[in-house]
């Protein structure tokens, strides 16, 4: 007789990616499941600048229920909340962002701070990456690598991402769009170099207006063939992307990102950095990668030049982002779940 697997699934709310891994488990007759919502947890009166009191209730809270029920396995979905470990059991993960892809935040406003915190937060992860019978859900290769590096087991599965929403105008136009936080780390100032390469073009960047000062920044060095638009809606920016011939994107070491598809959904060509999870999404058959400014450039100057090869790439993009389906997001859940139970549990 199959053992019974008791598991219990972190999460804050049980919609987006939560609702597909609980529903997975929930199909599994092998598994006995527990879903702790820990955004119920919060005591009414505690707000964010208490939040270390809100995360040792959590834990006390995740402790009780692991010593009741005699679990197995916790399934932790909660965002980059890997500080969550309970010793004798196997810990689970779903993670969104390589291992440190990157600096602090803070390191684009002062460099030798953010350098110095990432030293430290280093090597806490270290101290945290250690530990015995992990397991990895990860967004991307280029996310799971990072952990493989410390012997961490694994699965790539790729966000759900609804294609359907997104369309190809008939009438493409020479506009190239880039889609991101208006906050430092993003790089948009790459993309401006890149945008006064190819004047012949129009630029426009979308993103939320997260650094007020960063942004009255972009709109004093940005050439005239840049539009910035804050905060806009989600119509208009699938509007803009369907008339987009290419979407560009300067950003390095993200962990799968989303935008990129969106573009892909909408027809525009990728034109990314060489960098994380656009090493695995944007193949020669859809795309172009390039290393520096001037590179890519050349890229959306020659296709330009060269309109078939264009609509060939974009045709490619647009059924290469099927693969990213929630259908297919469900299939790697299972394959990952049946990875984790043979190392762990046979």
Known sequence: MARTLKTIVLT???????????KVLQRKRDVELRVLDLSRTYLPFFNSFLTPFNRLYEEQYIKSNVKKYDVDLILNILYERLGIYIDGLVNAYYVHVPYRGGLHPIAYYRPYIGKAINILLKGHDYRLLSRKNMFVFCNSLATCASYYRFNIPGEVVYYPF?????YSDSNKLDI????GVFSRFKMHETTLEIARLV??????IIGHLNDPKYFAYLRRIKPPNVILIPNAP?????RLLSKAKFYVHSRRAEGLGVANLEGMASGAVPIVVD????????????GFRWKTPEEAA????????????????????????RFFSPEMFKKRIEKGLTRLS???FT
Do not use: C, M
Request: hydrophobic residues 40%.
């Open 12 to 22: 804050q709310g049980t919609k987006g990616w939560s609702s597909y891994f609980i």
């Open 162 to 166: 609804n294609y359907s929403r997104f």
């Open 176 to 179: 190239a769009v880039s889609i």
């Open 199 to 204: 004047r012949n073009v129009k630029f426009i």
């Open 234 to 238: 989600e119509e208009l920016k699938i």
């Open 275 to 286: 960098s994380g999870a656009f090493r695995e999404v944007v193949t020669p058959d859809v």
């Open 298 to 321: 050349e890229y959306i100057e020659f296709l330009l030049r060269h309109p078939n090869i264009w609509q060939e790439l974009s045709n490619n993009a647009r059924r290469k982002v």
């Open 342 to 344: 043979n190392i762990y």
